[in-house]
């Protein structure tokens, strides 16, 4: 290998200074700090598994730890459901200028608060808020929506939903048409045409689609805290909680390495699944 | 004009005054023809031509403008291309990347609820007739050109259908394995006795293997015909040109003499020995062509006019060559010539020869 | 239209894009709305038009104070998270070496991660190294948040580019940084002022709100902590909105610079 000349670190070397620096750093000091004490209020540096064996045992951390899989794999399936026939339109049914349209439309969402959407969420689904009167207009209702597991959903697919259509339609923009003619032409109907031929095209994008959508649900405290009452804890509430009392950081980064755990394990299985060769 | 050079007794297609038009462009301009059961028809055309368009409208992957398309009888048009028995190999093969070989082989028998052991049978039964039986648990990725081929062609054959349309199927391949498919392909229309379209823009493929050519251009139909039909006696000029080795005179008849014509043209007076079936009279403009081989060169006999034209070019092709000539108004024409007799003759690049023909060596097109 | 379409599954496919949209867009529009409307918690019918809450955070210095900061580290961290995703894009783009994965996963994978956690780790990390409390913890954030998308779209237009130029220009003498500055940098200007809005954009939306919301001298993980527990104003709607037209704004300017730079190519 040649010795990397001045040129190629020049354009290299600052992108990966400071990432290095300022991101893996920082999530390695949060390995460090978790074996740290806390005494009067202030971490010393220590080698203790006290925070470890604390929030391991715990039963919160489980119950919390538990939910907060069960909603992000609820969000991701939903998303990609109500995502698929959205995405699948675009991609097989919309003419070239509508589609370019449409997808700058789904991008909009992401230069938007997500703060300023929740809480105007908020207004849409308390008891008294604006769906529950235009349901009570027919007589029916009112529905409590806010601060239930309900209206946690709601949030995490407002944010999940425009990113998953994005990169459904990406990836059904791949599948090659001459496959779905083929099996149309081979006697396969328009549903099973969908579920037999362009499903498993597209499957390493719909894949990495609900993977996204999982993470974003997984990490996302804002909606269980504002739409889902924050109680009981979600794993992301449950980090704030606990730096709040008595600056618990050490613990606090036990349940954040947790996470952070939990989330490449996810990906890892999630990938390997979606690059899975058939065939010998 | 009647395009039909025969009328088919017993026609598994029959398309009638078919046209397809996408928005403003005309894709099909008029398509009247039939196809019989059991015959080999290849379809050939430049890029553009509508030669695909077609096909696909008989699959039912297009549906016409106008016109109708009859399968065995029945009017198909607005047909789903999932209710027709039309399977077709696409240009790019369309194989299912996430299915093995077999898989892919059962997937139309799949779709009728045939079950799993008699699928996986009947796969088989394919497999082993295309010679691909070991790469049955195979990924479609790993296999070569050639053994792709034989699986498309299990994969559309499988069902045992009346007709298997193909677009260009061989295009990816190179000139070698080309011709090894080609017999592969022959054979297997020949045993299965099946009707077979074929489009292509070869006209090696076409001739070698179809018992019945169609040439389209621009969306017309140009001739159809036998390749022998076609190559002796083109019917246009587009057709004649296509075929590539004619050499094509314009000009005004003058006289008629039972078959033998008297044609003006710029380069001279020449006999014409013409079929009774073109229609023309003493004063019509037409045009004749004389074949490549067909052109003898040296002196002239009595009463035979002859071109003098300087030599261009000179391309081997086999056993022969090919001379490329210009005439003094600048027209080129075209010599095929065995080695042996081009070497009798003194030939540089620039020397000037007098071309003569038979009056039997022209054909008059009638298309003109 | 052939006998595999079906008019009516076509156009039920459709309304549901419809309705995807309209409930991605009803909390967007939502909060236009109720910040041009007099009720504190807004419902059908709906109150007076109003814009006292632009009134409002009009008179607030903090919101002012709050402004010109954001607008400040937005362009900051533009051009920081430009600088370096250009490096990072040119570098997958051009070589190939041991470890280029880590590499990428490094420079690429910042926005994966939750919030939380990045705010934990951070306010952990810089308050030991005594780079906390100030505007300065708030830029490294927002450059390793950013960087990443100004990567992505450079790396998009450089594949455009024929690798060959590159090579054209060494043969005609350039070196590599004469090369870089005559050849790569001209080709990929479109996409390097794109990145500039972009990331501009990335900085002001969620951590812009965060920070108006929760005071001004603290770092911004503490900001994002500290605003759960404090009050919402419906002034977030207002403060949402300008922000948001400010973002759209600046991705309108990234979007038409990338088609005119796709135009330039055929």
């Known amino acids: 290998m040649t010795r990397p000349s001045l040129y190629s670190l020049t354009l290299a070397l600052p992108l990966l200074i400071w990432q290095l620096a300022f991101f893996a750093v920082p999530l390695i000091f949060l390995i460090a700090i978790s074996f740290w004490t806390v005494r009067n209020f202030q971490m010393m540096p220590d080698l203790n598994f006290g925070n470890w064996e604390r929030i391991l045992t715990r039963s919160v951390f489980w119950d919390a730890y538990l939910r907060t899989a069960i909603l992000a794999t609820t969000s991701a399936v939903l998303t990609s459901a109500i995502a698929f026939p959205a995405a699948y339109a675009i991609s097989f049914k919309l003419s070239e200028r509508v589609k370019q349209w449409l997808i700058f439309v789904l991008i909009i969402p992401f230069f938007t608060s997500y703060l300023v959407r929740i809480y105007a969420l908020q207004v849409f689904l308390s008891d008294e808020g604006i769906i529950n009167a235009v349901l009570g207009m027919l007589g029916i209702g009112p529905f409590g929506m806010l601060n239930t597991t309900f209206g946690t959903l709601v949030g995490m697919v407002t944010l999940c939903l425009p990113l998953v259509i994005l990169l459904q339609v990406f990836s059904l923009n791949f599948v090659n048409r001459d496959l779905v003619e083929a099996a149309h032409n081979l006697r396969c109907g328009r549903l099973r045409t969908v579920l037999a031929v362009i499903v498993p095209s597209a499957r390493v994008g719909l894949v990495i689609a609900a993977l996204f959508a999982f993470i974003l649900s997984f990490g996302d405290f804002v909606s269980p805290l504002y739409l889902g009452g924050g109680n009981p804890p979600t794993l992301s509430i449950l980090i704030t909680d606990i730096t709040k009392s008595g600056q618990q950081w050490p613990r606090a980064a036990v349940v954040a390495l947790m996470m952070i755990g939990t989330l490449l394990s996810v990906a890892f299985a999630a990938i390997t699944y979606a690059y899975k060769e058939r065939g010998k | ?368 | 239209m052939t006998g595999n379409d079906n008019r009516l599954i076509n156009g039920a496919l459709k309304l549901h894009i419809a309705a995807c949209v309209l409930f991605i867009f009803a909390p967007i529009l939502g909060s236009f709305v109720f910040s041009l409307n007099s009720d504190r918690f807004p419902s059908l019918p709906l109150g007076q038009f109003s814009t006292e809450w632009y009134r409002l955070i009009w008179e607030d210095p903090f919101v002012w104070a709050g402004f010109f900061n954001t607008v400040i580290v937005g362009l900051i961290v533009a051009v920081i998270a430009t600088v370096l995703g250009f490096g990072g894009a040119y570098t997958d783009f051009r070589y190939n070496f041991f470890g280029k994965n880590v590499y990428l996963a490094l420079a690429l994978l910042p926005p994966t991660i939750p919030v939380v956690i990045m705010g934990l780790a951070m306010l952990a990390f810089l308050s030991r190294v005594n780079l906390s409390g100030s505007a300065i913890s708030i830029i490294i954030a927002h450059g390793v948040m950013c960087s990443p998308f100004a990567m992505a779209i450079i790396r998009l237009r450089l594949s455009q580019m024929d690798p060959d130029l590159e090579a054209a220009s060494w043969n005609l003498g350039g070196n590599e940084w004469a090369t870089l500055r005559h050849v790569i940098l001209p080709f990929t200007k479109p996409a390097i002022l794109a990145a500039l809005f972009i990331t501009m954009a990335v900085s002001f939306d969620e951590f812009a709100v965060a920070w108006f919301v929760s005071g001004l001298n603290e770092t911004l993980p503490v900001k994002i902590l500290g605003f759960l527990q404090g009050q919402v104003s419906p002034r977030i709607n207002a403060i949402g909105s300008l922000a948001f037209l400010s973002s759209i704004t600046l991705i309108i300017l990234a979007q038409m610079l990338l088609r005119n730079s796709t135009k330039d190519r055929s």
């Open chain 2, 1 to 368: 004009m009647n395009m039909q050079t025969q009328v088919i007794s017993d026609a598994i297609v029959r398309l009638e005054g078919v046209v397809k038009k996408f928005g403003e462009f005309t894709a099909v301009e008029r398509a009247d023809f039939e196809i019989g059961r059991g015959e080999f028809l290849a379809i050939m055309g430049s890029s553009g031509c509508g030669k695909t368009t077609t096909l696909r409208m008989l699959a039912g992957l297009e549906d016409p403008s106008e016109g109708d398309i009859y399968l065995d009888g029945q009017r198909v048009n607005g047909k789903a291309t999932w209710d027709r028995d039309t399977p077709m190999v696409w240009q790019s093969l369309a194989l299912f990347p996430f299915l093995t070989v077999q898989e892919n082989v059962e997937f139309s028998l799949k779709m009728r609820g045939v079950g799993k052991v008699e699928r996986a049978q009947r796969a088989r039964i394919w497999l082993e007739k295309m010679q691909i039986l070991e790469f049955a648990g195979r990924n479609i990725s790993q296999l070569s050109g050639g053994q792709r081929q034989r699986v498309a062609l299990a994969r559309a054959l499988v069902t045992e259908p009346k007709i298997l349309l193909l677009d260009e199927p061989l295009s990816a391949l190179d000139a070698h394995l080309k011709v090894r498919m080609q017999a592969v392909l022959s054979n297997l229309q020949k045993d299965l006795g099946i009707t077979f379209v074929y489009v292509t823009h070869s006209m090696s493929e076409a001739f070698s293997m179809a018992d019945r050519v169609v040439i389209m251009s621009r969306g017309k139909i140009e001739q159809i015909g036998t390749p022998q039909e076609i190559y002796h006696a083109p019917r246009n000029r587009f057709v004649a040109e296509f075929l590539g080795s004619a050499n094509i005179f314009t000009g005004k008849l003058v006289e008629k003499a039972g078959d033998v014509w008297q044609v003006e043209t710029a380069h001279g007076r020449f006999a014409v020995k013409a079929s009774q079936a073109v229609a023309k009279s003493v004063g019509d403009t037409l045009s004749f062509v004389v074949s490549a081989e067909k052109m003898q060169i040296g002196a002239l006999g009595a009463g035979v006019a002859g071109i003098r034209a300087r030599v261009v070019g000179e391309e081997f092709v086999g056993a022969s060559a090919i001379l490329f000539l210009e005439t003094e108004s600048g027209e080129e024409l075209k010599v095929q010539k065995s080695h042996g007799e081009l070497a009798s003759i003194d030939l540089h690049s620039g020397s000037t020869l007098t071309l003569h023909w038979e009056p039997e060596a022209c054909h008059v097109l009638p298309g003109e």
